[in-house]
């Protein structure tokens, strides 16, 4: 058993929190929209839900440290929360099922700090995905009503299912020829996005995915889900876990494969 369980728990109690947040505010035409510096959108609901999941955590766990997307880095320690309250804002403001909340524990290791509990909550799309470290990766309603994840066993990329996010960040990288190289030779593409293609390499549905930027909490807790079902997960570097400003995620058996491309 993992020595996560209370945390786990705790991450889905912070989860059924926000979820009730965010989708009393889904679709609603007098929903407030700001950009953000980087030129991003912000919501009222990702303010909300992560204020919500940083009371719950003040309470249940005073001395952790938390770092969210939106109100950033609040304590020091051995332990750190780790907050995306809504992973996929400009699909939830436009009325687009496909976003969800990411909750992530980190704690501090040799190496650094390694993401040992994981929740990734998508109310709209009525799934949620989670995984301890050591204990596996799971889906399903609750705790009690669950299903293992397991990644797949497709073992060569003209026989993979690709998920990516947009073209645009590849191109901005000057990675572009070897990510068309890489859709022109697995067997299927398809611009899923955010947090689900991670998911999808968990649950075996897709077989590799990979993002060209991004930050700490758009991460930390698909990592524990993907490692969790059997996959792995690193940069585009090849550094494992969530600290290289992008993410490869794939079976294992692709997964040297699929950094070649992309690095080419």
């Not at 997307?69 to 809504?86: A, L, Q, Y």
């Not at 190496?111 to 399903?140: C, D």
Request: hydrophobic share 40%; with cysteine; proline share 5%.
């Amino acid at each position: 058993m993992s020595d996560y369980h209370d945390d786990l728990r705790l991450a889905h109690v912070l989860a059924d929190a926000a979820d009730a947040a965010t989708m009393e505010r889904f679709r609603a035409l007098d929903l407030k929209v700001e950009t953000k510096p980087d030129m991003t959108p912000v919501s009222e609901a990702d303010k909300a839900a992560e204020e919500l999941i940083r009371g719950h955590l003040q309470r249940a766990r005073p001395r952790d440290a938390v770092l969210g997307e939106e109100f950033g880095s609040e304590g020091t320690g051995p332990r750190r929360w780790v907050i995306d309250p809504i992973d996929g804002t400009k699909n939830y403001v436009r009325g687009v099922p496909v976003w969800a909340t990411l909750i992530s524990l980190m704690v501090q290791g040799e190496g650094g700090f390694e993401p040992v509990v994981g929740v990734v909550s998508a109310p709209a799309l009525g799934r949620r995905w989670w995984a301890a470290k050591g204990s596996g990766a799971y889906t399903g309603r609750s705790l009690m009503s669950a299903s293992q994840l397991q990644v797949s066993q497709v073992g060569r990329v003209q026989d993979a299912s690709f998920a990516y996010s947009s073209l645009s960040g590849w191109e901005e990288r000057g990675m572009l020829p070897g990510f068309l190289d890489l859709t022109r030779d697995c067997w299927r593409t398809r611009g899923y996005g955010d947090f689900w293609p991670y998911m999808m390499v968990a649950e075996g549905s897709v077989d590799i995915c990979a993002e060209p930027e991004l930050s700490l909490w758009d991460m930390a807790a698909n990592v524990v889900v993907v490692e969790e079902a059997g996959g792995r997960f690193t940069g585009l570097d090849g550094r494992p876990g969530p600290h290289s400003g992008d993410a490869a995620a794939s079976n294992g058996l692709l997964h040297d494969e699929l950094l070649g491309y992309l690095r080419s």
